[in-house]
């Protein structure tokens, strides 16, 4: 157990639809990262937050959004979803990501479903 | 453009023989990488992070070395619980993490 949560574990919607999947990170850590991983692309980076601020960004749709709360915790929204988003979203947490360095520690995932 | 290839991408082996998996990276500036083990549907599970040339480190039967162009993950007598995807992922200078593919190890007893 990494001490990251992830919720919800699974998640089916339909196309159009949005949904908010939520990311506790591990006590102390103050970054935050979401990935995507589908079974032709890998896993991919989205986007990071350090400390409730944007840190950087990766291949991440204009229709998603993500944001960290002051209490660290963080939510992955997508929106106008398409069969293709169906995939593995993981969150990950470091103690600091500010020297981009850290050991990332992955949670268990949320597997999005979009029929 | 930056970019981690790993090799081979599966990689089948008999209980006690060992092997090693490679992981080469050409980016712009790195800061750490880093080796995962991931089990079928579930999270990537640290193993080892690398910072300089030269360094080395070990966990139980697994060594990760590394080189300023590759890296490689050594499986010292595998056990069939050793069978997962091993990732092989890169911090760069722009502070953007790249996985690599993976490489599928199968470990027959």
């Known amino acids: 157990d990494s001490g990251v949560t992830q919720t919800p574990k699974h998640l089916i919607t339909a196309t159009g639809q949005r949904v908010t999947l939520r990311c506790s990170p591990r006590s102390g850590d103050l970054s935050v990262y979401w990935y995507q991983q589908s079974l032709d692309q890998g896993l991919q980076f989205l986007i990071q937050y350090y400390n409730g601020e944007e840190r950087a960004k990766g291949n991440i749709l204009e229709r998603f959004s993500a944001q960290q709360f002051p209490d660290l915790h963080s939510e992955l929204n997508l929106s106008s979803l398409e069969l293709g988003d169906s995939a593995l979203y993981f969150c990950?947490?470091?103690?600091?990501?500010?020297?981009?360095?850290?050991?990332?520690?992955f949670g268990p995932g949320t597997r999005l479903t979009v029929l | 453009e930056d970019q981690v290839t790993q090799s081979p991408e599966a990689l089948r082996l008999q209980e006690g023989e060992s092997s090693s998996l490679n992981c080469s990276y050409t980016v712009s500036g790195l800061r750490g990488l880093f080796w995962y083990r991931q089990d079928p549907g579930k999270g990537p599970e640290f193993l080892f992070t690398l910072y300089s040339a030269g360094e080395e480190k070990e966990k139980e039967r697994l060594k990760a070395t590394l080189t300023k162009k590759e890296s490689f993950l050594h499986i010292t007598a595998p056990k069939p619980e050793d069978s997962a995807t091993y990732l092989c992922a890169v911090n760069t200078g722009g502070f953007k993490t790249i996985f690599g593919a993976g490489t599928r190890l199968f470990v027959k007893a």
């Open positions: 990950a947490s470091s103690v600091d990501g500010a020297s981009g360095a850290d050991t990332q520690y």
